[in-house]
């Protein structure tokens, strides 16, 4: 397991900042040829990890919620246009409505002012011709 860290270890390490090791060749107190990090060289290396997987936990969820936060926003400008937009229609077609009830008052009324107005003219025609044909 030790072993693992190492190489994982050295594998991420930063190069500008290099901790302490010691040299080692097969044979000596080690069973393998490699570094051997001292403690806090490895703990330093351990914590510089946890705190780079951190950060991008932190960036990633920065990102899922800026995302989520540019969703909802387009969500609701989408859904009060077409709230704004339905009732602007449903007013119209209110408007159209009462306009069409209130022409359909004025026909009816107009209707019955010409059948009165021919009605009155053809009484009258009828008047006068009966009047002038009994004036000797």
């Given amino acids: 397991m030790i072993g693992f860290l190492l190489l994982c ?4 390490a ?12 097969e044979g000596q107190k080690a069973p393998y040829a490699g570094k051997l990090f001292t403690e806090e060289a490895l703990i330093k290396i351990i914590v510089g990890h946890e705190n ?4 991008l936990k932190i960036d990633h969820a920065f990102k899922i919620e800026k995302n989520a936060a540019d969703f909802k926003l387009q969500y609701d400008t ?16 209110q408007v ?3 306009q069409l009830k209130k022409d359909s008052k004025k026909d ?19 008047a006068v011709v009966h009047a002038v044909d009994h004036v000797e």
């Avoid at 989408?78 to 077609?93: A, F, N």
């Fill in 9 to 12: 270890s050295t594998a991420f």
């Fill in 14 to 25: 930063d190069t500008t900042n290099l901790p302490d090791y010691t040299d080692l060749l």
């Fill in 52 to 55: 780079e997987i951190e950060k």
């Fill in 78 to 93: 989408l859904d009060l246009k077409y709230k704004s937009e339905t009732e602007m229609y449903k007013t119209m077609i």
């Fill in 96 to 98: 159209r409505d009462d």
């Fill in 108 to 126: 009816v009324l107009q209707r019955w002012g010409i059948y009165g107005s021919f009605i009155l003219g053809a009484l009258t025609t009828v």
